[in-house]
C-alpha cells in the first residue's frame, strides 16, 4: 500500500481509535482525529477499557497524566486488545524524567505494541539508555536516539517512531526519516500526542505498520507545514492544523522527502 493510499483508506473507513491519554490533550486529540477521518473514543475507567479495546480498531495508551485508575484501565485495554489482535500503540510521556510512570512503561513494552512513538528522550529512556529529556521536552537529538529506537523494535516486535525537526522511523530492519517542517506543533499543546493516536487511526487502516507510520507522519507533517504558512501564531495555528488534517490531499505525500537510511 502507497503512503497516500494509507491516508484514503482511513478517511473511507474512519477507523475507531479508543484513547487512554492525558487530561491536558484529550480534546485536542479527539478534533485531531475527527478532522483527519477517524473516529475518537475516550474512557479510563476500569471495567469499561477491556470491553472498549475489544471493538475499536486500534488503541492509544499515552502515559501524559497517569493516575492509579487510568493505569488499571490501560492494563485492561492492551490485555483485551492483544487478545482480539487490535493494534495498541504506547506513548511514552515522559518517561526517563518521572519514576512511576518510568516503571510501568517498561514493564508494558514487552506487551506487544504496534506501535511505541516518542520523542528523543523518551525512546532513550524506555530502552535503557542514558537520556537528558526535561519533563515532556526532549534534548537529545533524534540521530541520538535511533540505535534506542532499533533496539526496542528488536526486543519487542514494534515500529519506534521517534519525533523531531525530521522524525525517524525505525524497525528491525529498516531506518526511514521523514523531512517536514513541524516546528509551530511544538507550540501547541498536544501535537505529539495527537499524531500518537493519529499513527493508531493509520496503523488501523493500513496493510503493515511500517508503511502506516511513514504515511502518518508524512501526512501529519505536510498539514503542519499548510497550517502555519496560513497561520499568524499558535492559536491561529491549531485551528488552521485541523482544518489541514481534513483538506490536505493525500497525494502531497509524493512531495514529502522519504530517506532511507
Avoid at 491516508?7 to 483527519?36: E, G, K, Q, Y
Avoid at 475518537?40 to 501524559?64: H, I, Q
Avoid at 492544523?241 to 505525500?253: G, I, K, S
Wanted: glycine residues 8%; negative net charge.
Amino acid at each position: 500500500m502507497t503512503l497516500p493510499a494509507v491516508i484514503h483508506s482511513l478517511r473511507h473507513t474512519s477507523p475507531l481509535v479508543f484513547c487512554l491519554t492525558n487530561t491536558v490533550v484529550a480534546n485536542f486529540t479527539a478534533n485531531a482525529l475527527l478532522a483527519a477521518g477517524a473516529a475518537p473514543a475516550m474512557t479510563n475507567l476500569p471495567g469499561e477499557a477491556g470491553p472498549f479495546a475489544k471493538t475499536a480498531c486500534a488503541v492509544l495508551v499515552n502515559l501524559g497524566t497517569p493516575s492509579t485508575e487510568q493505569l488499571a484501565a490501560m492494563d485492561e485495554a492492551i490485555e483485551a486488545a492483544n487478545q482480539a489482535n487490535t493494534p495498541w500503540v504506547l506513548d511514552p510521556v515522559a518517561v526517563g524524567a518521572l519514576p512511576v510512570r518510568t516503571r510501568y512503561a517498561q514493564r508494558i513494552v514487552s506487551l506487544r505494541p504496534a506501535l511505541i512513538r516518542g520523542n528523543a528522550s523518551e525512546i532513550m529512556a524506555l530502552a535503557g539508555h542514558r537520556s537528558t529529556g526535561r519533563g515532556v521536552d526532549s534534548a537529545d537529538p533524534v540521530a541520538a536516539a535511533i540505535a534506542a529506537g532499533r533496539e526496542l523494535a528488536e526486543r519487542h516486535g514494534a515500529v519506534v517512531a521517534i519525533s523531531g525537526p525530521a522524525d525517524a522511523v525505525v524497525s528491525a530492519q529498516r531506518t526511514v526519516m521523514v523531512h517536514t517542517d513541524g516546528i509551530e506543533l511544538t507550540r501547541v499543546t498536544g501535537g505529539g500526542c495527537a499524531l500518537g493516536a493519529f499513527a493508531a487511526a493509520a496503523i488501523a487502516a493500513g496493510q503493515d505498520v511500517f508503511t502506516s507510520t511513514v504515511a502518518a507522519h508524512a501526512y501529519y507533517g505536510r498539514a503542519a507545514e499548510r497550517a502555519a504558512a496560513l497561520s499568524l501564531g499558535p492559536g491561529s495555528f491549531a485551528a488552521q492544523f485541523l482544518d489541514a488534517l481534513a483538506l490536505t490531499d493525500p497525494q502531497e505525500l509524493g512531495a514529502v522527502r522519504i530517506e532511507e537510511l
